[in-house]
């Protein structure tokens, strides 16, 4: 009887509205949660009778709802004071795992979340609140990434703090630049030595020192415009890395300017950079004394002997004060020297239905036939965004939109049990003729 579907068709609407109103209470219940992506649900019409529509017969079939969380959409950025604090700006995903799988062995279960706020633990791993592990490829030492597979997760590995608390920041390049006084090589000067020193960081962190002797070429009469530089090490027990001849310029162009450097020991002068490489024994140091004819390094003017320029790189052994990540997803350790060294590249993944993918609690998703295959992209190349510190992702729900929704949602459920009483009354109606 036709009477009967519109009591079924009513039901499935109650069932249909109740669905949606589970929705808008998921989703104003997470309206301040971050990272939370809303749930929408869709109403889909029911037909039962097929073509007996033109025959004058109408029987109703209904409503059903699909549900979807709605994860490519993205939340407003919410700055924080935590640097690792981490949000994805655009599209991709942080790679993540839980903190019990870690040290178990075996392959790590991957998860992936949208934002989050990461803290070491007592092992030194960034961990969040509900137990997820933030991962990444660690870095070789000189900040290079290794050969990694994109394709799979098997070499990503918990972003582990506690490794890096101290460590040393080696010299790798030292920049001079010196007044040589003129007098000193005109006929007639004493010819007397002129000594520098300059500090540098070793291997592990220890202060080693060069000193740099130039000494004049005095003439029997006029100037020669001639030094002789000699470079030793302390940390090569006081020998000699380096001589140079060094050549000044009188011109009126270019008076006071280098001419030019001949090696005699140690590495070879390059003219297009200005430098040597010093062979000391915690390694090779860049040593720059500017390029031929440039007033910005070694220089030969009627003026005293002094420094103009000296700059170096490295520092003493420093103690981790904090972690930051830069756009680019690496992991910089920050050390209260100053220096900043990158241990981790945190990698996006991407896949391609990114609404596709499995909700988890906490904010997680997992892979599923529907999203497709992912890859593991650096933040910033390809289709992903960047990452961002100090900021987490706000939750998608529209509060006043929600609450909107609520209302449709008690008018349609009231209006289907309104038929269903309806068709209660007609019932007995129908049931009265009898009597």
């Not at 130039?214 to 020669?224: L, Q, R, T, Y």
């Not at 430098?275 to 005293?304: H, K, R, Y």
């Not at 997992?366 to 965004?385: I, N, R, V």
Request: charged residues 15%; hydrophobic residues 35%.
């Amino acid at each position: 009887m036709t009477i009967y579907s519109s009591l079924s068709a009513s039901v499935a609407g109650l069932n249909a509205n109740a669905q949606r109103l589970a929705g808008i209470s998921d989703n104003l219940a997470n309206s301040s949660t971050y990272g939370y992506k809303r749930m929408e649900t869709d109403f889909h019409a029911m037909v039962v009778n097929g073509g007996a529509l033109s025959q004058g017969k109408y029987t109703a079939g209904g409503v059903s709802t699909t549900t979807h969380r709605l994860i490519s959409e993205s939340g407003q950025v919410v700055g924080t004071s935590n640097a690792m604090d981490i949000t994805v700006r655009g599209r991709g995903m942080l790679p993540v795992t839980e903190a019990s799988a870690v040290g178990r062995g075996g392959a790590l279960p991957l998860s992936l979340m949208t934002t989050g706020s990461f803290e070491a633990d007592a092992d030194g791993i960034l961990t969040n609140s509900s137990g997820q592990v933030l991962l990444g490829w660690a870095l070789n030492p000189d900040g290079s990434l290794p050969g990694v597979t994109r394709d799979t997760s098997a070499a990503l590995v918990p972003v582990n703090v506690g490794h890096n608390q101290f460590v040393p920041n080696r010299t790798t390049a030292v920049n001079m630049g010196v007044n040589l006084p003129a007098a000193d090589t005109a006929a007639g000067a004493a010819g007397a030595p002129r000594d520098l020193s300059v500090e540098y960081f070793g291997n592990i962190g220890q202060a080693e020192k060069l000193t740099v002797a130039f000494s004049p070429s005095v003439p029997a009469a006029g100037s020669s415009n001639e030094w002789t530089m000699v470079i030793t090490d302390s940390s090569s027990g006081g020998a000699v890395v380096g001589e140079y001849q060094l050549a000044f310029n009188d011109t009126a162009v270019d008076g006071g300017t280098l001419l030019s450097v001949v090696d005699v020991s140690g590495g070879p002068y390059d003219p297009t950079t200005g430098s040597m490489t010093l062979p000391v024994a915690g390694g090779d140091i860049e040593f720059s004394i500017g390029q031929i004819g440039a007033i910005d390094g070694m220089t030969q003017l009627a003026s005293s002997f002094a420094p103009t320029n000296l700059t170096k790189n490295g520092s003493p052994v420093g103690n981790l004060v904090g972690v930051e990540i830069d756009a680019q997803g690496v992991v910089n350790a920050v050390y209260d020297t100053g220096f900043n060294r990158p241990i981790y590249q945190v990698p996006l993944v991407d896949v391609p239905n990114p609404d596709g993918l499995l909700s988890m609690s906490n904010q997680t998703y997992k892979l599923s036939k529907e999203s497709g295959p992912m890859f593991l992209w650096d933040a910033g190349d390809g289709p992903t965004g960047e990452t961002r510190g100090y900021s987490l992702e706000a939750s998608t729900t529209d509060v006043a939109v929600e609450l909107t929704n609520l209302i449709q949602t008690q008018r349609a459920y009231s209006s289907n049990a309104k038929v269903i009483q309806t068709v209660d009354e007609m019932l007995q109606e129908t049931t009265n003729i009898k009597r």
